[in-house]
């Protein structure tokens, strides 16, 4: 491993291009993302949000360019000037240290919360089942969860699974956690819960954060940084405050408006 890695972002993309067949969903993106930062991803629907948070968690492969996590090129990197692919047991050594929450959950629906909450550090991460069962005990802990241990997501209402699905991808120690829209399949009256976790877990821990989100609050709270995306392209970036009050692009202020009802 190099040992410069610490000076390293925790993500860099390298001119990253994303294409489903024809079309091109990312056009050369390159951003950084500073171990410890919380980067909120706004922009309308289409705009690639949802791209860039499955391409670091190698959910896809990018068509072109580059990501870098702590320095570590991800899926590809630059040989003697070629583009090569790098080999799944490195693949799978990188995605160890990082984590999603998904709109739609994605819990093992045949496992129960234990079992959901154990699966990949025993697997994965090599832990001893036992060892695996009192950090999830403790992570149900903090998700409000202790009695759930040993019932089924389906017997969960949405908050609760949500709650299961921070704490599994917890569970992994994760230096980076990418978070998908997790509240927007949920009932207005339980957002808050799942949010209000999701702020201790930024103020207890130094994880990287990326977050796609429209709750603007919740993004003024945990984020440092906003960028504004449309059509693969980063149009505006700034802290949330800047972003969300003041906002430069018309593009910003139109997709604001839209979201926050206002204007
Ligand atoms: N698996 C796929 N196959 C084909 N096209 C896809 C696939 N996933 C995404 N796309 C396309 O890529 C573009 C970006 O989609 P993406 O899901 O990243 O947008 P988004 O910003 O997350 O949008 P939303 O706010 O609606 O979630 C869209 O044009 C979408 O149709
Ligand atoms: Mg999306």
Redesign the pocket.
């Known amino acids: 491993m190099p040992s410069q890695t610490d000076t390293e972002p925790a993500i860099r993309f390298d001119n990253v291009e994303k294409r489903?067949g024809d079309?091109v969903?990312l056009h050369d993106l390159n951003f950084s993302v500073a171990k410890g930062d919380r980067v909120t991803l706004i922009?309308p629907?289409?705009?690639?949000?949802?791209?860039i948070l499955r391409l670091v968690m190698t959910l896809e492969e990018a068509n072109n360019g580059y990501i870098y996590v702590d320095g570590e090129p991800l899926t590809h990197e630059e040989r003697g000037g070629k583009r090569v692919e790098l080999k799944e047991k490195h693949k799978n050594e990188v995605r160890k240290r990082i984590g999603m929450v998904f709109q739609q959950f994605n819990l093992f629906p045949n496992m129960t919360v234990m079992e959901n909450l154990i699966e990949a550090p025993v697997h994965v991460l090599k832990m001893s089942k036992a060892d695996a069962i009192e950090k999830a005990k403790g992570l149900l802990e903090k998700v409000g969860l202790s009695d759930k241990e040993n019932a089924h997501p389906l017997e969960l209402s949405g908050g609760q699974q949500q709650r299961v699905a921070v704490a599994r991808a917890l569970a992994m120690d994760p230096e980076i956690l990418l978070l998908d829209?997790v509240t927007s399949a949920l009932d207005p009256e339980i957002v808050g819960e799942v949010l209000n976790i999701l702020r201790d877990v930024a103020k207890e821990t130094d994880i990287t954060m990326l977050i796609?989100t429209h709750e603007m609050q919740f993004a003024r709270d945990v984020s440092n940084r906003v960028l504004m995306f449309d059509g693969g392209k980063i149009v505006e970036e700034s802290d949330p405050e800047t972003m969300f009050t003041s906002p430069k692009e018309q593009r910003t202020r139109d997709f604001l408006s839209a979201v926050l009802g206002n204007n």
């Open positions: 489903f079309n969903v922009g629907s289409g705009s690639g949000k949802t791209t829209e796609v």
